[in-house]
């Protein structure tokens, strides 16, 4: 695997990693509703991810990721769609497809 594309992997990690360091063992849908500096802060990673997983894809394209297209137009829509960005949207995308991404990069990175 090319270098590049494994440091893309791992920044993709780090964004995982901080998502669940900025929510802490509560995931609480309340709490990131109400609080702008949580929400942008994960929005912010998510468009780390989406923009790593954009150049992985065109790196290699032969590296399998179940919802690499979706994560890809996730990040497209909270960078130009800023202010249409659903929290319910994110909040579930967090909850229901960030565990599954998190195994698919550490599947690949050893």
């Known amino acids: 695997m090319n270098s590049e594309v494994r440091k893309f992997l791992f920044d993709i990690q780090e964004s995982i990693d901080s998502i669940e360091k900025y929510l802490g063992e509560s995931r609480d849908f309340t709490v990131y509703k109400s609080n702008k ?3 942008r802060a994960i929005e912010r990673e ?3 991810i989406g923009e ?6 065109q790196l290699d394209s032969t590296i399998l990721i179940s919802s ?3 994560i890809i137009g996730m990040r497209n829509r909270v960078i130009h769609g800023y202010d249409r960005i659903d ?3 994110i909040w579930g995308t967090i ?4 565990p599954l991404l998190k195994k698919e990069i ?5």
């Open 87 to 89: 929290d319910e949207i």
């Open 37 to 39: 500096m949580l929400r």
């Open 46 to 48: 998510i468009e780390i």
């Open 68 to 70: 690499k297209k979706r």
């Open 95 to 98: 909850i229901r497809h960030l």
């Open 52 to 57: 790593a997983m954009n150049r992985i894809d």
């Open 106 to 110: 550490e599947n690949l990175q050893f």
